[in-house]
T-cell receptor
Framework: DVKVTQSSRYLVKRTGEKVFLECVQDMDHENMFWYRQDPGLGLRLIYFSYDVKMKEKGDIPEGYSVSREKKERFSLILESASTNQTSMYLCASASGGVGSEAFFGQGTRLTVV | QQQVKQSPQSLIVQKGGISIINCAYENTAFDYFPWYQQFPGKGPALLIA?????SEKKEGRFTISFNKSAKQFSLHIMDSQPGDSATYFCAASKRQGGKLIFGQGTELSVKP
């Protein structure tokens, strides 16, 4: 079974804190993604990576950064958390090419107070 | 700018009925159209997907209908069951395994 594991299910952080969300996949997938999920907005892409040390901005990258030092691990960083970053964060991984599909982690519910 | 628009936002169907969720896209470069199912407390999971070279794909009770000229696709759930109650997302991508653009989601409730 493909497994995408996010380090925390629930997090509560204070405004201005630096926040790290970790994601690990065990299927040797090249591609990894970070989305945030908000009611009525669906899933919106924050950042993605098609290779180690490679990153590309998604649709809503402002206030976020990412790190991919190893193939299996993709970290999302909130440099200075704000209340409007309270959301559900979902990590996904996929191999490239025909026949591949994206597998999602269980999500991290982040609350910034 | 919402590249993939999904409707309705919520849907209530009686057990045994047909659930229909619609999506429309703008970018003609999209080449892969999956549907994801999400249960509370879980991440989304792939339900069924289609490429634009076919007009319909069926897997069990789930069918995708695809209209390339109208840039629309829809999910039909036949004989809907209470266990189908979940949030459904359509998505589009320029290639499989690439970044997905999601619709807004539909919360389906199937009443016994």
């Amino acid at each position: 079974d493909v497994k995408v594991t996010q380090s925390s299910r629930y997090l509560v952080k204070r405004t201005g804190e630096k926040v790290f969300l970790e994601c690990v996949q065990d299927m040797d997938h090249e591609n990894m993604f970070w989305y945030r999920q908000d009611p009525g907005l669906g899933l919106r892409l924050i950042y993605f990576s098609y290779d180690v040390k490679m990153k590309e901005k998604g649709d809503i990258p402002e206030g976020y950064s990412v790190s991919r030092e190893k193939k299996e691990r993709f970290s999302l960083i909130l440099e200075s958390a704000s209340t409007n970053q309270t959301s559900m964060y979902l990590c996904a991984s996929a191999s490239g090419g025909v026949g591949s599909e994206a597998f999602f982690g269980q999500g991290t519910r982040l609350t910034v107070v | 700018q919402q590249q993939v628009k999904q409707s309705p936002q919520s849907l209530i169907v009686q057990k045994g009925g047909i659930s229909i969720i619609n999506c429309a896209y703008e970018n003609t470069a999209f080449d892969y159209f999956p549907w994801y199912q999400q249960f509370p407390g879980k991440g989304p999971a792939l339900l069924i997907a289609i490429r634009p070279d076919v007009s319909e794909k069926k897997e069990g009770r789930f069918t995708i209908s695809f209209n390339k000229s109208a840039k629309q696709f829809s999910l039909h759930i036949m004989d809907s069951q209470p266990g189908d109650s979940a949030t459904y997302f359509c998505a589009a991508s320029k290639r499989q395994g690439g970044k997905l653009i999601f619709g807004q989601g539909t919360e389906l409730s199937v009443k016994p």
